[in-house]
């Protein structure tokens, strides 16, 4: 167990909506990560969040979007789903942005499927 | 980035050695190899990092070759529950909750 919980653990939308996963980190976990692993791939890196400021993100398009709250909780909301966006969706949380407070507890991750 | 190559799967008897390599030729001065597995149905679990010397912890050895361009992760006493899909990764320093993940090595363990 690493104290990193997602939820939903499953989902299932349709072409053009909007979803919402949720992704609450370890206490005192300033720092959470989103990756998309889409089937027989590893993790891609969307972005991350440091004291609810972004800090860096992938090769992903904007309507990939992210929040993230004082109470170490953090949302990943995506709009205009896309086929392709079917794929286990991940959070990983760490202490802070350097160095040995870098390494990262993942979540079981959300999957999501869409039809 | 640098990009790894990994051989796509491996077998390794319970309670041998496991040794998984990784290529890593066109590594930068400033770039970390992290080791990261993954158990079937499990978020990624991490294992081990290292720059240029080896490393060693509770799960794993890191053995990276002189001129850096390939590394190998051993597990000493491989058990049923090491069964998972093992990642290397390189990333430039800052970066460790940044990665991008290749499609690496599956490693069964067996009876």
């Known amino acids: 167990e690493t104290g990193v919980t997602q939820s939903p653990t499953h989902l299932i939308k349709t072409r053009g909506q909007q979803v919402t996963l949720r992704c609450s980190s370890q206490?005192?976990?300033?720092?959470v990560s989103w990756y998309q692993q889409a089937l027989g791939q590893g993790p891609q890196f969307i972005f991350q969040?440091?004291?609810?400021?972004?800090?860096g993100r992938g090769n992903f398009p904007p309507r990939f979007s992210g929040l993230q709250f004082p109470n170490y909780s953090s949302e990943l909301n995506v709009n205009a789903l896309e086929l392709d966006d079917s794929a286990l969706y991940l959070c990983?949380?760490?202490?802070?942005?350097?160095?040995?407070?870098?390494?990262?507890?993942f979540g079981p991750g959300t999957r999501l499927l869409v039809l | 980035d640098a990009k790894t190559t990994q051989p796509t799967s491996m077998d390794c008897a319970e309670g041998r050695a496991a040794n998984l390599p990784c290529n890593h030729s066109?590594?930068?001065?400033?770039?970390?190899v992290y080791w990261y597995r993954q158990i079937h149905s499990q978020g990624p679990q991490y294992i081990i990092h290292?720059?240029?010397n080896n490393e060693t912890n509770e799960m794993a050895s890191l053995i990276i070759t002189e001129d850096r361009k390939s590394s190998t992760l051993i597990l000493p006493h491989a058990t049923l529950r090491d069964t998972a899909v093992y990642y290397c990764?390189?990333?430039?320093?800052?970066?460790?909750?940044?990665?991008?993940f290749g499609t690496g090595t599956r490693l069964q363990v067996t009876l």
């Open positions: 969040y440091y004291r609810e400021e972004e800090n």
């Open positions: 990983a949380s760490s202490l802070g942005a350097g160095g040995l407070l870098e390494t990262q507890y």
């Open positions: 990764i390189v990333s430039p320093t800052g970066t460790a909750s940044k990665l991008t």
């Open positions: 206490s005192g976990h300033n720092t």
């Open positions: 290292g720059l240029k």
């Open positions: 066109t590594i930068s001065g400033n770039e970390y």
